[in-house]
């Protein structure tokens, strides 16, 4: 599934992999868990324990890329880089009605 259908689905996990205060100064998104891409490594089983689809997402897209290359290395199943935050809460939130 595309990035926009795992969306559209209703039906995933956020990962938010900034540093926590990043969100405390740029923002966040409502429901996202916070795991900085530090302690992605470290916290990967709590990650791929996740039986839906994981939206992984930071500033720009680039931390994400690189938590996401990592867990699809150790297995994990279906992970998508939603980009920078304020991108992806854009599209969540044009996204929300048509569940």
């Known amino acids: 599934m595309s990035l926009i259908e795992v969306i559209q689905s209703g039906n995933y996990e956020l990962i938010d992999v900034r540093e926590p205060m990043e969100l405390e100064m740029d923002g966040n998104i ?6 900085p891409l ?3 490594e470290d916290r990967k089983e ?3 324990s996740v ?3 994981v939206i992984l997402f930071c500033r720009s897209g680039n931390r994400s890329g690189k938590a996401l290359e990592y867990l ?6 279906e ?3 939603g980009g920078g935050w304020a991108d ?5 939130e044009a996204n929300q009605g048509t569940f």
Do not use: F, R, T, Y
């Open 46 to 48: 709590e990650i791929l």
């Open 79 to 81: 992970g998508h880089n």
């Open 30 to 35: 409502d429901g996202a868990k916070n795991i």
């Open 38 to 40: 530090g302690e992605v």
């Open 72 to 77: 699809n290395g150790q297995g994990l199943k």
């Open 51 to 53: 039986e839906k689809p």
């Open 88 to 92: 992806l809460k854009a599209v969540l």
